[in-house]
C-alpha cells in the first residue's frame, strides 16, 4: 500500500517558495462563540471528539512561531517543498486540539496542511486493542509466579477473585505477599516491552505514508478505523497541494517512526492524562486501576523519549528546555 503511486514534477524554485511561506505565516482569526471554535475541522479519528477552547487556541497561538521556523527549514530541503511533523504526548495532552489549529492557521495562510491520527494504525481495534494489553500482563504476571515457584490453588482462587474486579493494581497497596508483587512485576515489564511497539503499532504502513508523501506523492491511501471491526476501511486522499503532514499521536518520538522532520512532544502529568481520559469518555474502563497502570508506562516511555523532541512544550504552549521542566 502506497507503494506504486504518480510523483508531483518537481519544481526549482517549490521548496524556496513554500519555506519563505511558512517563514512568514501568522495565525489566523478565530470566530468565537460562547467559548468554542466551530470553524475547525476536528479530528482524524473516527469517533473521538475535540474541544478547541480559548485555552487551546491560546497555546497554538504561542507554538505556531516556533514550529513554522523549524517547518521552513525542512520544506526548503525537500524538491517538494513538503515536510511532516510529529506531536506527540500522553493521552489527552492536547495533541489533537493542536494539530487541528495548526493545520487549520496553515491552511489560511495557503500552505496545504492534513492531519493524521497515529491512532488509526494500530494492529486491532480499541476494544481488542485493550483485551490484548490485559491478556499479556495477566499471562506474563502469572509465568513470573510460576518462575518464582510462587503458584497454588489458593494463591489462584485469590487472583482469580482479583482478575474478575479488573483491579489487580488496586490491592498493590494491601498485599504484602511475595506472590502478588512477583505478578505484578511481571505483568508491567510485559506491558513496558508491548506498549508502543511494533507489535502493537502498524509502524511499517505509517513509515510507507510518511515515505511516499515526502516523494512528492499526488494521492495517498489512509487508514480509517472506528472502535468496532466494522469500521474499519481506507481513503484516498489527494496529495497534490499538501506541504504539510501533521502526525498527532502518543508515538510520536518512537525510534520506530521514520523520516520525521519535526518532533513536537507535549508535556503534561499522569495525574493531567488520567483526568483527561475520564473527561473524554476515551475507554469504558478508564477508571480501573489496570488503565492507571498503562498510563504510568506510557508516561515513563514518553519521559525517557523527550530529549529527542525538537520542540518541548506545556499545554500552554510555552517552550520548555529539554527535558520537558
Aim: aromatic share 8%; net charge negative.
Amino acid at each position: 500500500m502506497n507503494n506504486n503511486y504518480e510523483r508531483l514534477v518537481p519544481c526549482a524554485g517549490t521548496p524556496a517558495k513554500i519555506a519563505e511561506a511558512l517563514a512568514a505565516a501568522v495565525p489566523a482569526a478565530l470566530s468565537e462563540d460562547n467559548g468554542t471554535y466551530r470553524d475547525i475541522p476536528g479530528g482524524d479519528m473516527p469517533g473521538d471528539s475535540i474541544n478547541i477552547n480559548d485555552q487551546a487556541v491560546l497555546a497554538a497561538e504561542r507554538f505556531f512561531p516556533s514550529l513554522t521556523k523549524l517547518l521552513a527549514s525542512a520544506a526548503e530541503k525537500n524538491p517538494y517543498g513538503r515536510t511532516v511533523i510529529s506531536v506527540s504526548g500522553g493521552s489527552g495532552s492536547g495533541k489533537t486540539c493542536l494539530s487541528a489549529l495548526t493545520a487549520f492557521y496553515l491552511n489560511k495562510c495557503n500552505i496545504g496542511a492534513r492531519v493524521m491520527s497515529g491512532d488509526n494504525y494500530v494492529h486491532r481495534i480499541p476494544v481488542e486493542n485493550d483485551a490484548e494489553r490485559l491478556r499479556i500482563f495477566r499471562q506474563s504476571g502469572i509465568s513470573s509466579m510460576v518462575e518464582n515457584s510462587l503458584f497454588d490453588e489458593e494463591i489462584f482462587k485469590r487472583l482469580k477473585k482479583y482478575q474478575k474486579e479488573q483491579n489487580e493494581t488496586g490491592h498493590a497497596a494491601d498485599i504484602e505477599e511475595p506472590w502478588f508483587k512477583i505478578y505484578m512485576e511481571g505483568g508491567k515489564a510485559a506491558l513496558d516491552n508491548h506498549l508502543g511497539s511494533p507489535n502493537e503499532q502498524n509502524f511499517d504502513m505509517l513509515n510507507g505514508i510518511i515515505s511516499a508523501f515526502k516523494d512528492g506523492a499526488k494521492e495517498l491511501v489512509f487508514r480509517r478505523m472506528g472502535r468496532d471491526n466494522t469500521a474499519l476501511w481506507y481513503e484516498r486522499a489527494d496529495m497534490t497541494d499538501t506541504r504539510v503532514l501533521i502526525l498527532e499521536w502518543t508515538h510520536g518520538l518512537s525510534k520506530h517512526l521514520l523520516d520525521i522532520d519535526t518532533r513536537v512532544f507535549i508535556q503534561t502529568t499522569p495525574e493531567e492524562t488520567y483526568a483527561s481520559r475520564i473527561e473524554r469518555s476515551r475507554d469504558e474502563n478508564a477508571r480501573t486501576d489496570f488503565i492507571q497502570a498503562v498510563i504510568a508506562i506510557e508516561q515513563k516511555q514518553l519521559t525517557a523519549l523527550i530529549p529527542t523532541a525538537d520542540i518541548i512544550i506545556n499545554r500552554a504552549g510555552e517552550l520548555l528546555p529539554k527535558g520537558g521542566r
